[in-house]
């Protein structure tokens, strides 16, 4: 069965520095989420992205962060400077419709802020 | 404003019997419904979903009822299993949005052999 896939599992990084996320959605989908997890809570959105530009976004997904198709395959989130609140969990999704299928994730990368 | 919380945060289940896990949710544009199970150091897995249009969708040993008078949302597993046990979590799509998942806070289900 396709699975979305995420690098790397376990990402540590001193505050201030910037961070790459990286996932590779399920070849067919066409629609490509980020979420976030911080211990103990709910899963969160952050960012939804579709046709090489941001769909839709929340209020945590500030300047600080951006997301980026730069090939065929991979799907980005880069975090500039950043905090340790960004310590969580980070989830990529993927579907192959917006709202009419279901949202397929990966099993996340874990970003320790030190 | 919109939510998705959860009746009951733990459960606990001896092997074979069946579980019903629920969630409420506040929403009343919310039109499409998904249960996700998370197992430890694990994504999110899709179990099933279930459109505003229906009221009961089945799958292999999985149920999902929706009664929208009430806004509620639950979760039956047939003969649960020891590999049953994770976090399940209802997320919800409302009419407002076409693109976000809105999570609830989650049920830890524990089955005991």
């Known amino acids: 069965e396709p699975e979305v896939t995420q690098t790397p599992s376990h990402q540590v990084t001193q505050m201030g520095q910037e961070v790459i996320l990286r996932c590779v959605p399920i070849s067919n989908h066409l629609y490509f989420y980020w979420y976030r997890q911080i211990l103990g809570q709910k899963v969160e959105f952050l960012v939804s992205?579709?046709?090489?530009?941001?769909?839709?976004k929340s209020e945590i997904f500030d300047d600080q962060f951006s997301v980026e198709r730069p090939d065929g395959s991979n799907f980005t989130l880069k975090i500039r400077s950043t905090k340790l609140e960004d310590s969580a969990m980070y989830f990529c999704?993927?579907?192959?419709?917006?709202?009419?299928?279901?949202?397929?994730f990966g099993d996340g990368t874990r970003l320790s802020i030190l | 404003g919109e939510s998705v919380g959860l009746h009951l945060p733990t459960l606990s289940v001896q092997e074979g019997d069946n579980s019903i896990i629920n969630c409420a949710y506040s929403?009343?544009?919310?039109?499409?419904f998904i249960w996700y199970k998370q197992e430890s150091g694990k994504g999110p897995q899709f179990i099933i979903d279930i459109r505003s249009n229906m009221d009961k969708r089945q799958g292999q040993r999985v149920t999902v009822l929706l009664n929208k008078t009430v806004k509620h949302l639950s979760l039956q597993i047939a003969a649960t299993q020891p590999g049953d046990s994770a976090v399940y979590f209802c997320a919800e799509f409302s009419r407002g949005s076409n693109y976000k998942l809105t999570f609830g806070k989650g049920t830890l289900l524990t089955v005991n052999p």
């Open positions: 992205f579709y046709n090489n530009e941001i769909s839709e």
């Open positions: 929403n009343s544009a919310s039109d499409y």
């Open positions: 999704a993927s579907s192959g419709s917006n709202r009419d299928q279901p949202q397929h």
